[in-house]
């Protein structure tokens, strides 16, 4: 008892060091490639085979499907991926998950960087401490990949034990073919507790390594690892919209297509992997379970990637429509195993976000520019309802999208992330304050419609320019707000100045006309009203131009 209670101690503390090691691997490189990360997005949704290098490539960085594919999930949450784009990503992640077990077959054993762990993790550490470098997140990455191997070298000696004490392995490898489905069922189980493909696939070829597993047990063993890996992607499609929903479907019809195929030919299958793997299977399995792991996943995503709009309409099929997605009460909810994987995820959708409310608030504002030229009465029965419903909506994404960048202020983020969070802080509390403005305007056109009172021609002609110079900045701020930097460029900066002295100049000189008309004894009701709508509009172009200033500082 007390051998056994020290062996399932050792493997589990070899297991939290190894699941450590992937971690800090995975953070340091997400942290060092840091805007670049983000930016592969804008490959991913070029077509189906830049998808499935952008999945591959990410995969093997990150050294994660799952951080790959709850990524994925959140974006197309968020609305930055489609459907039928985040399906080649998906199968891209397979492939690229399989690096991992070439790293362990290649270097865990044979070769035995274990010895250089030690050295390597010091110079990973020095790397975190000397400043002047600024190669923190470096140095946490070169830290993990070193604490990976001691991992692997602890673990080969925890579960190097006689056969005797692992006598029941071999009594579930001798049921036949039942050992086969039971395998995959282990390997199912024990990727979803830990949360790791590539940690499962480490343990199968340690314990091969040693002796206590069969060839085709190991395998079968693998092909239940790539099932139990959809785990992520379902708990991050929890309470998400429903094509966030369908992407983790695709994820699990994927994997478990592929899995029953290659249980079905499970023997034709090692038969080939023996055929071009080097070395008898007894002597080189560690190779021949790598390779096995890396002809499962391509074959399987060769045989699909076709049909991946099929694929996609299969899951709209499954999963209905449901009126949910457009709610009477705006939520949006935090993602915390998304945030879990890489900060870089939250931060992303909250972009995306910001320009549905932005998009929103370019809508008012343009109700409001139509309802200043034409019919007044004619605007409020037809647009002033919706307005202040609009408003109230807006109001509504203020409040849950400064609760959410306040949580993510609480992540682990790079100087230029907490930045960011910063300006998108003030760029929301913006697009409220020129939602409240476009309300207000519209009250304003109410009245002069409740009063009977009218805005002159000459009027009209004067505030159609005035009120074009806000559009323009209007435009130029809402135009890059979606774009993945969010930035203006120095010319973009000085467009946005120049339009907003003009608009300043423009209100001084409406204002001096109303005036005037006041003095010459002019409806007073109506020139206050007049002078109200002008002052309203130079208030909207204020809070472009601080959006435009907040966008231009991102950039210095």
Not at 436 to 449: P, S
Request: proline share 2%; with cysteine.
């Amino acid at each position: 008892m007390t051998t056994i209670l020290g062996m399932v101690f050792n493997i589990l503390g070899s297991l939290c060091v190894l699941l450590f090691g992937m971690k800090l691997l995975s953070d340091g490189i997400q942290k060092s490639a840091g805007e670049k990360l983000q930016k592969a997005l804008s490959f991913m949704t070029r077509n189906r085979f830049f998808g499935l290098f952008t999945g591959c490539a990410l995969t093997m960085l990150i050294q994660s499907s799952g951080a790959t594919t709850v990524m994925v999930v959140s974006f197309v949450n968020a609305s930055l991926l489609t459907l039928e784009q985040s399906v080649a990503v998906i199968f891209g992640a397979n492939i690229g998950t399989t690096i991992t077990a070439w790293i362990v077959a290649l270097f865990g054993f044979d070769f035995k960087i274990s010895a250089l762990a030690v050295p390597i993790f010091g110079i990973g550490y020095l790397l975190t401490v000397l400043k002047k470098f600024r190669k923190e997140n470096l140095g946490h990455a070169v830290m993990g990949f070193s604490l990976m191997f001691v991992a692997l070298g602890w673990l080969s000696e925890a579960v190097s034990l006689n056969a005797e004490n692992m006598s029941f392995l071999g009594r579930v490898q001798d049921l036949g073919f039942w050992s086969f489905p039971i395998a995959v069922a282990i390997g199912i189980a024990v990727t979803a507790l830990i949360h790791s493909s590539s940690a499962m696939t480490a343990i199968v070829i340690t314990m091969a390594y040693n002796g206590l597993l069969t060839w085709e047990f190991s395998a079968a063993l693998v092909i239940g690892s790539n099932i139990g890996s959809t785990v992520d992607s379902i708990m991050a499609a929890f309470g998400s919209k429903d094509n966030a929903r369908r992407t983790a479907l695709v994820h699990v019809i994927f994997n478990s297509v592929t899995a029953i195929l290659a249980l079905i030919f499970l023997k034709q299958l090692t038969i080939i992997v023996d055929f071009i793997t080097p070395g008898r299977a007894e002597v080189a399995i560690t190779y021949h379970i790598a390779m096995l792991h890396t002809i499962f996943n391509v074959a399987g995503t060769l045989l699909f990637l076709p049909f991946t709009t099929q694929v996609a309409r299969l899951t709209k099929k499954i999963i209905k429509d449901s009126p949910e997605d457009i709610p009477a009460v705006y939520t949006f909810p935090f993602p915390d195993l998304a945030a879990h994987e890489s900060a870089t995820i939250p931060l992303v959708s909250v972009r995306k976000e910001i320009q549905n409310m932005a998009d929103n608030t370019v809508e008012m504002f343009t109700r409001i520019q139509n309802g200043l030229a034409g019919d007044p009465k004619e605007f409020v029965a037809n647009h002033y309802d919706w307005l202040e419903k609009e408003e109230g909506y807006l109001d509504q994404m203020q409040e849950q999208l400064t609760s959410y960048l306040l949580k993510c202020q609480k992540l682990n983020l790079l100087e230029f992330q907490m930045n960011d969070i910063n300006s998108m802080l003030s760029i929301v509390t913006e697009l409220e304050a020129l939602s409240d403005e476009c309300l207000t305007v519209a009250l304003f056109i109410k009245r002069v419609a409740e009063k009977n009172l009218s805005i002159l021609p000459e009027d009209r002609e004067r505030l159609f320019p005035y009120i074009g110079l806000v559009q323009q900045l209007l435009n130029l701020v809402h135009s890059h707000l979606g774009t993945m930097d969010g930035e203006l460029s120095a010319e973009q900066f000085a467009t946005a100045r120049d339009l907003e002295e003009r608009i300043d100049n423009e209100r001084t000189a409406l204002k001096k006309v109303a005036r005037k008309r006041l003095e010459e004894g002019n409806n007073v009701k109506a020139e206050l009203l007049y002078i109200d709508i002008v002052r309203k509009i130079e208030k909207m172009g204020d809070s472009c131009f601080t959006m435009a200033r907040l966008m231009g500082e991102r950039r210095a």
